[in-house]
């Protein structure tokens, strides 16, 4: 029997408490043990930038973890959300894993999937969309990577408002809105798509859009430790680590 496809996003390391990032690693052994492929829909880190050779190494557990998972053959794609968008050499030769900055297309389920992390999609988040150019140009990676990494860091926790949404985030609603109407919008004009999948919204989503093609959000692991599983036919759910994890 064909194992299934694990997508998760959002998990915001280094933002959220140790004992989220433990529950993390827990879950992907259990990727290990279950899973053909795995996808990460952006802000896996709250921050993540590579100063040449020198990265974050706080975040070294899950880089180690997820580099046992590739070398177990379990294929691993990374996508760059809008807290860590900033990969490079390290996360594709020194991990392993597939890192898209931007949106892709992947098999997914035996359907083809347009995955994109959500941020400044739709008609939502303009100021972000243009604040977005800038931050990815190479003028201002070129200018942040000549700052001193510790200083970088301790910018880049300032400017985060991760751990505002640990208790409550009413624009995730807003978000969830923008984000889920572009989703439906590419299904319908595309029918090639079997899923459209992202995150950004932390909110967990399956919508059938039509029969048997889905927009999928897989949540977060701030508030809802969410992931989600598509069957080799196609077939996506929604779980909970915590109910996994006790069963």
Request: aromatic share 8%; proline share 4%.
């Amino acid at each position: 029997m064909q194992r299934p496809d694990y997508i998760a996003s959002d998990v915001h390391l280094g933002a959220v408490p140790r004992e989220t990032e433990t529950a993390f690693i827990r879950f992907l052994e259990h990727v290990g043990a279950h899973a053909r492929t795995l996808l990460l829909v952006g802000d896996l880190f709250d921050f993540w930038f590579e100063y040449g050779p020198v990265v974050p190494g706080r975040h070294f557990r899950v880089l180690a973890a997820l580099r046992e998972l590739v070398d177990a053959g379990i294929p691993v794609t990374l996508m760059g959300g809008n807290h860590d968008a900033w990969g490079g050499h390290f996360l594709r030769e020194e991990v392993g894993v597939a890192f898209h900055p931007d949106s892709v297309r992947l098999e997914i389920g035996g359907k083809c999937a347009l995955v994109a992390h959500g941020d400044g999609v739709g008609r939502g988040d303009l100021r972000y969309r243009m604040l977005k150019a800038v931050l990815r140009s190479r003028a201002a990676i070129l200018g942040f990577r000549a700052l001193h990494p510790e200083l970088g860091m301790r910018i880049a926790r300032a400017v985060s408002s991760t751990e505002g949404k640990i208790e409550s985030d009413e624009a995730a609603k807003g978000r969830a809105a923008y984000i889920a109407e572009w989703a439906r919008e590419r299904l319908l004009e595309e029918e090639t798509l079997g899923f459209v999948i992202c995150g950004h919204s932390h909110v967990p989503t399956i919508e059938e859009i039509a029969p048997g093609r889905y927009y999928l959000n897989a949540g977060d692991w701030i508030r809802h430790d969410t992931y989600i599983t598509v069957s080799a036919q196609g077939e996506p759910a929604l779980h909970t680590w915590r109910q996994a994890a006790r069963s």
